[in-house]
């Protein structure tokens, strides 16, 4: 473990997102303690909130600003009090496509003590990771719309794959299957019937399989992948894919590992030149918002993810050792999990188990 002091942005944000980012904070804390590292945190107090009270979803130097840091821990953004296409476009895929965070990476565990939906199903047969291109594709905001509010109305949503952005993640995806014990790759496709994109996907996909003859690949269909998650989980270990496809996918694969509310996620800039952000995949859950209840540990997980990053996998280590532990003893769950602990309890047991 390095003694270090890093510069981490909290942008909590909105919703349960303010609920479950200290959650993250008090397990970071726990973990980090005698380790001679530390952390000179700063609020950014960007979101939903801010933007009605200021006309816009962050600061006007916010980009150069948010650049300054090692890394940005996120909680969530949205609320009904502002169209879900201003929030995230006002922010979350900015920083995302501006940071070249072009991979999101998002594991899929069904963590000790935890019951899967699908039946007699157990911790050995759910164990995935996803690696989502995170900066084209389908949310690459090319398009537009003509005749608004007339019958003729038109929009027309582009997605946009480069040969790089196709490769990079690809590869990405192969050097991470080549370090899990299965070293299996699936990538999911839909060539039959997007005759352009993901021709192109799977062709350079099979160019960059060449460079690893140890990792078995395998293509599939996207609705037969997501078929598969359900059918046959112990059958994939790493799934590469496009940006929507993956949104869909690892929200089916937080399902059947239990809750939405423990699946983190790594929105990472491989090269280091601009600052990684990490954040739960929940969103901001506004029906819950403000009553205790959520769940923090996909939160308290992608706090553990930053420091994997960061070069500290001890703290990863320790951090994720905790939040096993506490669930395996099945004592202290929240709503979601089954049972009726609050957000301060979950984060308390695990810091305590820290």
């Known amino acids: 473990m390095t003694a270090r002091t890093y510069k981490i942005a909290i942008l909590a944000g909105d919703g349960i997102g303010k609920e479950v980012v200290p959650a993250g904070l ?76 072009y991979v999101n990476l998002r594991p899929m565990r069904l963590l000790p003590g935890l019951t899967s939906p699908l039946a007699n199903r157990t911790s050995a047969d759910i164990d995935m990771v996803c690696v989502r291109e995170n900066s084209e594709g389908e949310y690459s905001g090319v398009g537009g719309r003509v005749h608004v509010g007339t019958g003729h109305e038109v929009a027309i949503q582009t997605g946009v794959f480069t040969r790089t952005g196709i490769e990079r993640i690809v590869r990405y995806g192969f050097e991470v299957a080549s370090k899990r014990p299965r070293k299996m790759l699936a990538s999911a496709t839909k060539s039959n019937a997007l005759r ?115 070069g500290q996998r001890d703290v990863h280590d320790r951090i994720l050792g905790a939040v096993e532990r506490v669930l395996a003893k099945g004592t202290v769950k929240t709503p979601d999990l089954g049972g009726k602990a609050t957000t301060k309890e979950l984060a308390a047991a695990v810091v305590s188990e820290i």
């Not at 960059?208 to 270990?237: C, F, W």
């Not at 496809?245 to 601009?274: K, M, Q, V």
């Open 196 to 310: 352009h994109a993901m021709v192109m996907w799977d062709e350079v996909a099979d160019i960059v399989a060449k460079d690893y003859p140890q990792v078995e690949y395998r293509k599939y269909h996207v609705d037969a992948i997501a078929a598969r998650m359900v059918t046959n989980p112990g059958s994939l270990d790493v799934i590469v894919c496009s940006n929507l496809f993956g949104d869909i996918l690892t929200d089916i694969g937080s399902a059947i590992s239990g809750s939405l509310g423990i699946a983190p996620g790594a929105n990472i800039n491989p090269e280091r030149t601009f600052p990684s952000m990490f954040e739960p995949i929940h969103g901001s859950a506004p029906d819950i918002a403000g009553k205790g209840i959520a769940n923090p540990i996909g939160a308290i997980w992608a706090a553990a993810q930053m420091f994997d990053h960061l």
């Open 26 to 101: 008090a397990a970071i804390e726990a973990a980090i303690k005698n380790t001679g590292i530390t952390i000179e945190w700063t609020e950014l107090p960007w979101g939903c909130d801010y933007y009605l009270e200021k006309g816009r979803m962050m600061d006007e130097d916010g980009f150069e600003r948010a650049a300054t840091f090692d890394a940005i821990y996120l909680g969530a953004i949205g609320s009904p009090k502002v169209p879900d296409h201003i929030a995230v476009w006002d922010l979350l895929l900015p920083l995302r496509q501006r940071f070249q965070q």
